[in-house]
């Protein structure tokens, strides 16, 4: 470990040992998202909780003792926080938000009541709380560049004749780091003036004052309204702040609305008049009661963050040397073939290490061998699993994304038409990332955590000079000559929970939707209606669900104890389409539910019973749901989204087979689906999970079954098979399968999540499988395993009787083909 001075490795050390007692909610992973929120301390929750059992705080409007202590409280926390930003108290006000979202919004507020409207102005880097601003305004502009800043500011701050203004900036971005001229604000106010304009000044200072201090001993050198967000700087309490140059204070003069406490007097019986409170302006803002208990918190904060951590400036300049080690690892990293492995997004303006331009902040992108971007839905999957904790998307900076990613208004509406969404896994369209991954330091951050993740990218996303030699299947046999069977057949009635094993003997039915019974049910947030999945509620894979078909009925059952000692072990709901046949009207009710992004039609099921019981067991407040509404047997409106892969395409290539599989094979038809993510049935190959549990044991990991991947067919070669026939992932090449005498289609490969690590036995979650997959199976910045597939029907012309009632079973043949349908 290299440091520039002694102190500053003194003073990691000094870290290091500190936050084992004191954070201990980060023992065994690396944080690395202070820019969303830093950490709180164990002394702070300590001393807060000791100052509530220990005191009586009462409401502040009004004369008990307890609401003079919270009065005194309150002001004498408000002086504090002046004082950490060397706010003279004669010179500044502060107004106690929820966040610095709703102090930048408080000012809005005021500016929207001009006359005549106001013009605001906004920097490129802008996050989208001043973005948002720009609604309301009368005529607005956004600064592309520094340079036009500058030139604006040197013109006179002109806008539209006799309106008022408002310029906004970050002091830090939210997306990089990077630090943006402080003095703008003083020299808008200076040229204004001369001009005889009015504009006035709105920092956004959540991010910069999080790694360091911000100076406002100047008043003239100052922003008139300065946004801040108290949590990115001690973790708790969650609460946010306006600080307001009194100067400035007028323009709250027109504000329309008033709340508890805000006033002297109102009258509205027969009169409409109403005084406002004028002593100070925070008494003129501060609307209802105060959060006393999160200001009292504040308090114990600012004295005790000092102690931990010394001064702003030790904390300033460790992060420094942080994030410039972080920059460098990453920028040094190459694959096997000299590619640089990360583009980081670094303003020219910024030096990393030199904190008066750059902050603990690194957003960058990774790249393939082959210049080919990364999937950044596929690094957080990984990073999940290893315990890293990171963002990755938009970052909530429109501008700074746009500006960085060379993405033109018109290319962003499209990808949105697409279905773009921020935190959907397909992220890069049209050969351009739609996002990026961002790093983000804090004063608890220590060398270990930069040296982890540079670790982890290295480990997972820096290839050598050779590709795996088992990514690709190779076959030189015809696949219609290789002998499969039929080892398991599985579905999931309830999307999520257990799988229920076909019994060997048993025919079952295939629809165009899938296997019979296979996830027509689904468990839905009894608030927001979103279907819970296990990838949030691991718990669900203790959820056993089996259909008895003598009795008519889903029953469910639960393995292993539940959070709340519920007593309750099993639920049975009727398997009819039509349950209000054996269910009364209070047990059903219509309503729409969310899956994977589908808004669907539903019937929940009312009882408190049931209800309770899947409640009690994931701990969460759920309902049970069925789909398709009672009398549409047929998918009601969701389909497929499967599609053939360009690594299966250029698998199927080297075969020589057809010249049809040569080419790009043209996309299937949308298939019914009713709660499956992706396809109607999911397949895999027992000789490919074999394969990928010899890699997984020979790094030292648990093999994984079969459940995990949860697949409904499970095809293996016939045991007659010579030795040495198995033939791993010859399932990318397969475009279609006789599976008894049913015809199936495959749809391509089943991309993979971080969920199939879950055990389905404990559900307590490993690294493995995805661990192992990522380093084997990745292909076009994305992991795959297994295939998703549908069911063909033979068609009127000929179909026979048992094409009426299709059905396929354990051990029945399977001649899979490189030939599509």
Request: neutral net charge.
């Amino acid at each position: 470990m290299r440091f520039h001075t002694s102190q500053e490795a003194s003073y990691n050390d000094y870290v290091e040992e500190m936050r084992q007692r004191e954070y201990p909610m980060i023992k065994g992973i690396t944080y690395l998202d202070h820019a969303g929120t830093t950490l709180y301390s164990k002394s702070l929750m300590e001393r807060f909780s000791s100052e509530m059992v220990s005191n009586a705080f009462g409401n502040p409007h009004s004369a008990s003792s307890s609401s003079i202590a919270s009065s005194r409280r309150v002001d004498d926390v408000r002086l504090k926080l002046l004082r950490h930003f060397n706010a003279d108290p004669s010179e500044f006000d502060v107004v106690f938000v929820a966040n610095a979202t709703a102090a930048v919004k408080l000012v809005i507020e005021a500016f929207r009541n001009a006359d005549g409207g106001y013009w605001y102005g906004y920097h490129r880097d802008s996050h989208t709380s001043l973005v948002g601003a720009r609604e309301s305004a009368k005529s607005h502009t956004c600064f592309g560049s520094d340079d036009e800043v500058g030139r604006w500011i040197e013109g006179g701050c002109k806008t539209e004749s006799g309106k008022v203004g408002l310029f906004s900036y970050p002091a830090q971005s939210n997306m990089n780091g990077r630090r943006l001229p402080l003095e703008w604000s003083s020299q808008v106010r200076s040229h204004s003036k001369s001009s005889n304009s009015t504009i006035y000044s709105l920092l956004d200072a959540a991010a910069l004052v999080s790694t360091t201090t911000l100076d406002l001993s100047d008043p003239e050198f100052a922003t008139d309204f300065t946004a801040v967000s108290l949590y990115k700087i001690f973790g708790f309490p969650d609460l946010g702040a306006l600080i307001v140059r009194r100067d400035a204070g007028e323009v709250f003069q027109g504000r329309q609305y008033f709340g508890g406490g805000t006033v002297d007097m109102v009258v509205c019986v027969k009169e409409q008049w109403y005084a406002r409170k004028s002593e100070t302006l925070h008494d003129q803002l501060e609307d209802g009661t105060l959060p006393i208990h999160s200001i009292v918190a504040l308090g114990l904060a600012l004295v005790l963050h000092e102690e931990l951590f010394g001064s702003f400036d030790k904390i300033s300049k460790h992060t420094s040397s942080l994030a410039n080690r972080l920059y460098s690892g990453l920028t040094s990293m190459k694959h096997g073939n000299g590619v640089p492995a990360c583009e980081v997004y670094k303003d020219p303006a910024a030096s990393y290490g030199d904190s008066r331009t750059q902050g603990a902040i690194v957003a960058f992108n990774l790249r393939n061998s082959q210049y080919g971007w990364v999937s950044n839905s596929e690094v957080e999957k990984l990073a999940s699993i290893k315990n890293i904790h990171i963002r990755t998307g938009g970052l909530c900076n429109p501008g700074g994304i746009a500006s960085s990613l060379g993405l033109a208004p018109w290319e962003m509406r499209e990808n949105f038409s697409a279905g773009q969404r921020c935190g959907e896994e397909n992220d890069i369209r049209s050969g351009k990332p739609t996002g990026m991954i961002r790093a983000s330091l804090g004063a608890m951050s220590t060398v270990s955590d930069v040296d982890a993740f540079l670790a982890f990218i290295r480990e997972f996303f820096v290839e050598g000079t050779t590709q795996p030699e088992h990514a690709i299947a190779r076959v030189d046999s015809p696949l219609s000559s290789v002998p499969f069977h039929v080892e398991s057949l599985t579905i999931y009635p309830i999307k999520s929970c257990a799988g229920w094993k076909i019994a060997a003997s048993k025919p079952w039915e295939v629809r165009k939707e899938g296997l019979a019974w296979d996830r027509e049910w689904c468990l839905v947030h009894q608030g927001t209606g979103m279907a819970l999945t296990q990838k949030r509620y691991p718990r669900m894979a203790l959820l056993r669900p089996s259909i008895d078909l003598e009795g008519g009925v889903l029953r469910v059952r639960v393995v292993g104890s539940a959070p709340t000692g519920s007593r309750q072990r099993e639920v049975a709901v009727p398997l009819s389409w039509d349950p209000s046949y054996f269910l009364s009207d209070q047990e059903l009710q219509h309503q729409m539910a969310r899956v994977c992004g589908d808004k669907i039609n539903a019937h929940t099921y009312k009882s408190a019973e049931t209800a309770e019981f899947f409640s009690d067991t994931l701990g969460v407040p759920c309902q049970l749901a069925r789909f398709p509404l009672m009398g549409t047997p047929s998918g009601g409106g969701r389909h497929s989204k499967a599609h053939i892969q360009p690594y299966q395409n250029r698998a199927v290539g080297a075969l020589g087979t057809s010249s049809s599989s040569d080419a790009e094979v043209s996309p299937a038809l949308p298939q019914p689906i009713k709660l499956s993510n992706e396809s109607p049935i999911l397949v895999i190959s027992r000789s490919s999970l074999n394969r990928l549990n010899e890699h997984i044991k020979a790094s030292g990991g648990k093999a994984a079954q079969a459940e995990v991947f949860r697949a409904n067919i499970v095809l293996a070669e016939n045991m007659e098979s010579f030795p040495g026939a198995e033939q791993p992932y010859i399932e990318d090449q397969w475009r279609s399968a006789l599976i008894g005498q049913r015809r199936f289609r495959m749809l391509g490969s089943c991309r993979r999540c971080q969920m199939v690590c879950v055990d389905q036995d404990t559900a307590v979650k490993n690294e493995e499988p995805f661990v192992t997959l990522s380093k084997t199976r990745r292909f076009d910045g994305k992991v795959f395993f297994g295939q998703h597939a549908c069911y063909v029907h033979a068609g009127r012309d000929r179909a026979g009787p048992a094409d009426q009632f299709p059905t396929i079973q354990v051990g029945d043949s399977a001649w899979p083909s490189a030939e599509p349908v």
